[in-house]
C-alpha cells in the first residue's frame, strides 16, 4: 500500500514570501503526482502535476520530483493571502486505479 | 463545465441507521472514487470503480458498500452507521490515465 508523507504539518510565512512544501511517497512505481489545495468547506481542487522527473512551472508554481529519492515538492513565489490553504499531494498507480493522499499541509500567508 | 455534484450537502444520522450518499459526475469519466476526511489523516480511499456495475475496495472499505449503477452515478452506503464514520466524505471523478481527479464539494455526515 502507497504511504505518502507531508512536511511540514503548518506553516506561516510574511506575504511576499517563498513557501516550500514536501511530500514523500513508497512506491518506485508510481505513476502520477499531484498538488491539490483546499480552502475550507470545499472539495480540493488540481493545481498543478508532474510525471517525469526534473521540474515542471506554471505561474507562481514550480513542483520538483526526484524518484530515485522518492521526494516531490512544491514551491509557490510571491505567496498571497489567498494561497492561504491546506496543500495535498497525490500519488496514483499505474492507470489512476488507486490514488492515495497525503495527510496535508496548512498554510496561512500572513498580510 | 466538468461536474461532480454530491448529495446532500450535509446529512445526520442516528447510530445503527443506514445512510446513502449519492455522487453524480457530467464528466464521461471512467473511474469514480469516495473518500474520506478526517483531521490529521487527510483524504482516505473508501471505494472505487472504474466501470459501471463493478467496484473495488479501497484502503479502508470496512463498514461501507458502494454502487455504481451507471457510468455518471456512484453511491456510498452505510449499512449500520456508527460514531466512528463522521467525517466528510468526497466523490471524485477522473479519466483513466493521468487526468487529475475532479473533485466534488463534500458531504459533512454526522452520526449521533
Known amino acids: 500500500q502507497e504511504k505518502v508523507q507531508q512536511s511540514p504539518e503548518s506553516l506561516i510565512v510574511p506575504e511576499g514570501a517563498m513557501v516550500s512544501l514536501n511530500c514523500s511517497f513508497s512506491?518506485?512505481?508510481?505513476?502520477s503526482i499531484w498538488w491539490y489545495q483546499q480552502h475550507p468547506g470545499k472539495g480540493p481542487k488540481a493545481l498543478i502535476?508532474?510525471?517525469?522527473?526534473g521540474n515542471k512551472k506554471e505561474g507562481r508554481l514550480t513542483v520538483y520530483l526526484n524518484r530515485a529519492s522518492l521526494h516531490v515538492s512544491l514551491h509557490i513565489k510571491d505567496s498571497q493571502p489567498s494561497d492561504s490553504a491546506v496543500y495535498l499531494c497525490a500519488v496514483s498507480d499505474y492507470g489512476n486505479e488507486k490514488i492515495t493522499f497525503g495527510a496535508g499541509t496548512k498554510l496561512t500567508i500572513k498580510p | 463545465e466538468a461536474a461532480v455534484t454530491q448529495s446532500p450537502r450535509s446529512k445526520v444520522a442516528v447510530t445503527g441507521g443506514k445512510v446513502t450518499l449519492s455522487c453524480h459526475q457530467t464528466?464521461?469519466?471512467?473511474?469514480m472514487y469516495w473518500y474520506r476526511q478526517d483531521t490529521g489523516h487527510g483524504l482516505r480511499l473508501i471505494h472505487y470503480s472504474y466501470v459501471a456495475d463493478s467496484t473495488e475496495k479501497g484502503d479502508i472499505p470496512d463498514g461501507y458498500k458502494a454502487s455504481r449503477p451507471s457510468q455518471e452515478n456512484f453511491s456510498l452506503i452505510l449499512e449500520l452507521a456508527s460514531l466512528s464514520q463522521t467525517a466528510v466524505y468526497f466523490c471524485?471523478?477522473?479519466?483513466?490515465?493521468?487526468?487529475?481527479?475532479?473533485f466534488g464539494e463534500g458531504t459533512r455526515l454526522s452520526v449521533l
Open positions: 471524485a471523478s477522473s479519466e483513466r490515465d493521468s487526468q487529475a481527479p475532479l
Open positions: 502535476s508532474i510525471f517525469s522527473n
Open positions: 464528466n464521461n469519466h471512467d473511474y
Open positions: 512506491d518506485s512505481a508510481s505513476q
